[in-house]
Nanobody
Framework: QVQLVESGGGLVQAGGSLRLSCAAS????????MGWFRQAPGKQRELVAT???????NYADSMKGRFTISRGNAKNTVYLQMNSLKPEDTAVYYC?????????WGQGTQVTVSS
């Protein structure tokens, strides 16, 4: 059983910053990819960024330069530093773990950016 627990969401003014955290527990394999997706009301879930256990990162074009993804030293955690937030960044942010071709999801954390 793999569980993902997110934290760090909240309300912030436009131009502000937030840092999301996600910790994975359970039977984990060393090689995996953790990342963040988001879903705004009425829209499909979209990629924000991913990071492999080897350190390779991938970002959606609209997040490049504003968001930074990183993995913790224990490799079972992933962080998302979000700077220069915009109202259009408002969404539920989901932590994702991909391992052995199986995708696991956290419960999501709300990020609201006020104008």
């Amino acid at each position: 059983q793999v569980q993902l627990v997110e934290s760090g969401g909240g309300l912030v003014q436009a131009g502000g910053s937030l840092r999301l955290s996600c910790a994975a527990s359970g039977r984990l394999f060393t090689m995996n990819t953790m990342g963040w997706f988001r879903q705004a009301p009425g829209k499909q879930r979209e990629l924000v960024a991913t990071a492999t256990s080897a350190g390779t990162t991938n970002y959606a074009d609209s997040m490049k330069g504003r968001f930074t993804i990183s993995r913790g030293n224990a490799k079972n955690t992933v962080y998302l530093q979000m700077n220069s937030l915009k109202p259009e960044d408002t969404a539920v942010y989901y932590c994702n773990l991909q391992m052995l071709r199986i995708s696991y999801w956290g419960q999501g954390t709300q990020v609201t950016v006020s104008s």
